[in-house]
């Protein structure tokens, strides 16, 4: 009898665990269902996709092989050769390195890392495929040294770039009238004295190109708040005014005065171009103006 039961138990037992499941695998059925419902209207689109689908696993597939590919190795880069700058210093700058896969090398930040050196201007980092990197930079030109309460290097676009050292060049123009604090004080400030200082690169500029005074050397170029900028020359020590803008009109009439007077005008003392239309010059004789 007792043998009986357990085996009528064990029957119900069996039953209720397949009714359980059958109950689990309608369940799944139901949501297959559902979702087969769901995605049918979208399905009868899809095929709109596959191309897309199809050409961005291509596009994978040889990205991978690029990225994985022996040939496609750093064997070689190129850093020029540089007036201010070594080599070995260009390359301390840049983060890639010979056997790195070619295709991850960061351009822009290695060009970007490069022209943190004073003396570079601009870089720029190059693929020359399968294995050749390319660097090329382009150096700064010191034009003039700015005194402040130091001296600096300035370039041919007025930007003070870097501290004088013992191995720059001290033969070049001075930029006097500056001051640093107006740099700290305020923006408002540090960008007029920027441009000032370009301006007077400027001027420094046209006047080397002038043949009157391309034969003297300029020592200094000075900026003043009331009287504007002033050329002082080495040879003759002469005093130069040319007040505020309009420089090649007044370089033009230094022209014309230098064909009326000939070599006499490098004995002068002062000549001020900074009234309109009109030459004033002192020390040539006496007294008199020209």
Request: aromatic share 8%; proline share 3%; charged share 25%.
């Amino acid at each position: 009898m007792f043998g009986f039961g357990r085996k009528t138990n064990q029957r119900r037992s069996k039953a209720g665990r397949v009714a359980k499941r059958n109950k689990r695998h309608w369940r799944i059925r139901e949501r297959l269902a559902t979702a087969w419902r769901w995605s049918l209207p979208h399905l009868r689109h899809s095929y709109r996709l596959w191309p897309a689908a199809l050409l961005a696993v291509v596009i994978g597939l040889v990205a991978h092989g690029f990225a994985t590919a022996d040939r496609y190795r750093v064997r070689e880069i190129a850093v020029p050769v540089c007036q201010h700058v070594s080599q070995a210093a260009l390359q301390s700058f840049l983060h890639s390195r010979v056997g790195q896969n070619i295709f991850s090398v960061d351009l822009a930040g290695e060009a970007k890392r490069m022209v943190k050196h004073p003396w570079i201007k601009t870089a720029t980092v190059r693929r020359d495929l399968p294995g050749r990197l390319v660097v090329e930079v382009t150096e700064r030109e010191a034009v003039a040294l700015l005194q402040l309460d130091q001296l600096y290097l300035i370039d041919s676009d007025g930007v003070p770039f870097k501290r004088r050292s013992k191995d720059d060049a001290n033969d070049l123009p001075l930029l006097t009238g500056f001051d640093r604090s107006s740099f700290e004080s305020d923006e408002a400030a540090a960008r007029r004295q920027a441009r000032l200082m370009a301006e007077a690169v400027a001027l420094l500029t046209a006047a080397s190109h002038t043949p009157e005074l391309a034969a003297v050397r300029i020592s200094e170029v000075r900026w003043d708040a009331v009287r504007g900028f002033s050329l002082i020359t080495e040879d003759t020590a002469t005093l130069i005014l040319f007040g505020e803008g309009d420089y090649a009109a007044k370089l033009a009439r230094l022209s014309a005065v230098a064909r009326s007077v000939g070599e006499r005008l490098r004995r002068a003392s002062f000549i001020d171009l900074a009234i309109d239309a009109r030459v004033v010059v002192r020390g040539i004789h006496m007294g008199t103006d020209a």
